[in-house]
């Protein structure tokens, strides 16, 4: 079969390896398409990942596909199944998942390898979070469940009333996802970011207002702004994984607001915060990271509803054998997420 394999920063080939084989508790996908994101421009970038990919590696962990092969001891799938499954599985067993956080399971197995024309799955995913595709769904659209999955996670680690202001900082695909969630919640939603064509797309998304953030001297002010009095948003969103867009972004909550920090920054970064604000506007900071399994069938579910504009994101379809031209499309800002197909 055909496989991307990562060399190292900006050096990634099309080769010819052997599908692999399965156990009896695993299943083989033949993948129809895989999503890129902008993790996977990341490792890209840097030739690899700290905690889980080192060159030479396969990598991409946004796919859907059709069942190639069901291993004996398999239950509930059989071969041809359109299936799509989360980019990672928790052990169910340690502290975290026995008090059903998921997301911080101390074992949390990761799969990549979906730029190549097969993946295996381990025992694990398949029995935590593979999903049978809806009939009608489009594979393509399928893909988006992780990311989605993610966007659920973090909205449900806030407290949210109807009319609240909303502001997400990031017009990347999740920034995107994260206002068409909030509104369809009741929020009113204001979206930063700083690419014109992104900005452009975000009404299609639920954004009520935008701020392109390179176009005004301060960023908090700005959107502080948009809310009545000055006073500023119930809820801000930190979607870009920068440090000084997270301190950007604790500035623009109103006293009692809550602030979430759901793009990761690059290691050993740190941010500031004014401790004045923090105690006395009282306001709630809090981190978030990947999503749970049932996040991931929400996800789905919320994909197949036809006025969810998540198709939008798919915005560029190439041969995977043009991943290094997808990877230029994102750079560019051209492209939101791009369909690769083996
Ligand atoms: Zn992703
Ligand atoms: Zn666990």
Not at 12 to 39: F, N, S
Not at 253 to 269: A, D, E, N
Not at 315 to 321: A, F, G
Request: net charge positive; proline share 7%.
């Amino acid at each position: 079969m055909r496989a991307i394999i990562l060399h190292g920063p900006r050096r990634i080939t099309l080769e010819d390896v052997p599908v692999p084989a399965i156990a009896a508790d695993e299943v083989l996908v033949k993948i129809a398409v895989a999503t890129t994101c902008g993790t996977d421009l990341k490792v890209y970038e840097q030739g690899g990942h700290p905690r889980m990919l080192r060159p030479p590696t396969p990598f991409g962990h946004e796919w859907s596909g059709t069942l190639a092969a069901v291993g004996s001891r398999v239950r509930g799938f059989r071969e041809g199944m359109r299936v799509v499954a989360n980019n990672s599985a928790p052990c169910l067993q340690c502290f975290y998942c026995r008090r059903q956080l998921f997301n911080l399971c101390e074992d949390l197995l990761f799969v990549n390898g979906a730029f190549a024309e097969y993946l295996v799955l381990p025992a694990r995913l398949v029995q935590t979070n593979l999903l049978v595709v809806p009939e009608g769904l489009p594979l393509a659209l399928a893909c988006l469940t992780e990311p989605l999955a993610c966007v659920l996670h973090c909205l449900d680690q806030v407290t949210l009333h109807p009319g609240d202001t909303v502001v997400i900082n990031g017009d990347g695909p999740h920034g995107l996802l994260l206002a068409a969630v909030a509104k369809r919640r009741g929020a009113r939603v204001i979206l930063c970011g700083r690419a014109p064509q992104r900005l452009a797309l975000a009404p299609r998304f639920g954004a009520d207002a935008v701020v392109n953030y390179a176009a005004v001297p301060d960023q908090a002010a700005a959107v502080r702004a948009l809310t009545e009095g000055q006073r500023g948003a119930d809820v801000a969103i930190e979607a870009v994984g920068r440090p000084q867009v997270w301190e950007a972004t604790a500035a623009m909550v109103r006293k009692g607001g809550q602030v979430v920090f759901y793009g990761g920054c690059p290691p050993h970064t740190r941010a500031c915060f004014d401790t004045q604000a923090l105690h006395y506007d009282q306001l709630t900071l809090r981190g978030v990271f990947h999503n749970t399994p049932a996040h991931v069938r929400q996800a789905l579910a919320l994909l197949g509803e036809a006025d969810f504009p998540a198709a939008a994101l798919l915005t560029h379809t190439l041969p995977l054998s043009e991943l290094a031209t997808a990877f230029a499309l994102m750079a560019s800002r051209q492209a939101l997420k791009v369909a690769l197909q083996p």
